[in-house]
C-alpha cells in the first residue's frame, strides 16, 4: 500500500471550505469516484488551514505502479479536465507517493477516526544527494520524537519517505531548480488547539531538539488541514 499525496493551488481560495461548494461536490461526485473506480480508495481532501489558497489530496494505492497505471490510461484525460477546473494552473502543484513506514494506512489521522479534527501535515525537504546513511539518521531522529508525541494528546502518528526522489523545494532559500527528497509526516488532533498545547509541554520542548538538529535539512513546511472524506 502507497499513499498519493497531491498538494495545488485553487482557482477560488476557500473554495474546499464547505461541503456543497462547487468545487468539494467536483472532488465527490467526479474526481474521488474516477480515482476510485480505477484502483484508489480512502480519499481525504482539505484545505491547508495556514493557507487557504492550497489544498491537499490524500489517496490510497495498492501500489506505485498502479497509480502510474492510471495516469498513463486513456481515462486519465478525462479525470485530468476535472482536476483543471478548481486548480490554479499558473502556480506549482505537486503529486508524492510515500509508503508510511509505521502502517500501510494513514487513514485514521486523516479522519477515519471520528475525533481527529486536524491533520498536522509537515513535509520535510532534504538534497536530493542525501546518502542511504542521512536517510537513516532522519528515521532515527523520527523514531526518537515518535514516542513523545504518542504519549500526548496525538490521535496517530505517521511517517515516511516519499518514493520520488527529486521534488521541487519550495523554501524561500532554495536555489532556482533545487531538487530534493521528502520526509512526510501526518499527525491526528482532536483541534488544532491539541497540537498548540503539547508545544508548550516540557515534553515537547526537552526532545525537539531530535528533529531541529538534523542534519542537512534545508526546508520544512507545517500545515493543519480538516479533512474531509470523499
Same mark, same amino acid.
Given at each position: 500500500?502507497?499513499?498519493?499525496? $497531491? ?34 480508495? #480512502? ?11 492550497? &489544498? ?9 505502479? $498502479?497509480? !502510474? ?5 486513456? *481515462?486519465?484525460? $478525462? %479525470?485530468? +479536465?476535472?482536476?483543471? +477546473?478548481?486548480?490554479?494552473?499558473? *502556480? =506549482?502543484? @505537486? ?8 502502517? #500501510?494506512?494513514?487513514? =485514521?489521522?486523516?479522519?477515519?477516526? @471520528? !475525533?481527529?479534527? &486536524? ?17 537513516? @539518521?532522519?528515521?532515527?531522529?523520527? #523514531? ?29 532559500? &532554495? ?20 497540537? &498548540?498545547?503539547?508545544? !508548550? ?17 534545508? %526546508? %520544512?513546511?507545517?500545515?493543519?488541514? *480538516?479533512?474531509?472524506?470523499?
Amino acid at each position: 500500500m502507497i499513499t498519493e499525496i $497531491a498538494t495545488f493551488y485553487l482557482k477560488e481560495v476557500g473554495s474546499l471550505a464547505e461541503l456543497n461548494s462547487s468545487a468539494s461536490k467536483l472532488i465527490r461526485e467526479f474526481i474521488a469516484p474516477e480515482l476510485i473506480a480505477n484502483g484508489a480508495r #480512502d480519499i481525504y481532501y482539505g484545505q491547508f488551514i495556514e493557507k487557504p489558497e492550497m &489544498a491537499i489530496l490524500f489517496g490510497q494505492w495498492e501500489s506505485l505502479q $498502479a497509480h !502510474k497505471d492510471f495516469m498513463s490510461s486513456p *481515462k486519465y484525460k $478525462a %479525470h485530468a +479536465t476535472y482536476v483543471n +477546473t478548481i486548480i490554479d494552473g499558473s *502556480k =506549482p502543484a @505537486s503529486i508524492i507517493h510515500v509508503p508510511f513506514k509505521s502502517s #500501510d494506512n494513514p487513514s =485514521p489521522a486523516l479522519g477515519a477516526n @471520528s !475525533k481527529v479534527g &486536524a491533520t498536522e501535515v509537515v513535509f520535510v525537504y532534504f538534497p536530493s544527494t542525501l546518502t542511504s546513511t542521512g536517510r537513516d @539518521s532522519v528515521i532515527s531522529a523520527y #523514531d526518537k520524537m515518535r514516542p513523545v508525541i504518542e504519549r500526548s494528546e496525538s490521535l496517530g502518528i505517521y511517517d515516511g519517505w516519499a518514493v520520488e526522489e527529486e521534488v521541487a523545494n519550495p523554501g524561500p532559500q &532554495a536555489s532556482e531548480g533545487e531538487k530534493s527528497k521528502v520526509y512526510v509526516s501526518l499527525v491526528g488532533w482532536a483541534e488544532v488547539d491539541a497540537h &498548540a498545547r503539547f508545544m !508548550k509541554t516540557e515534553d515537547f520542548l526537552q526532545n525537539i531538539h531530535h528533529l531541529l538538529e538534523m542534519k542537512e535539512m534545508r %526546508h %520544512h513546511q507545517i500545515y493543519h488541514v *480538516k479533512l474531509e472524506a470523499a
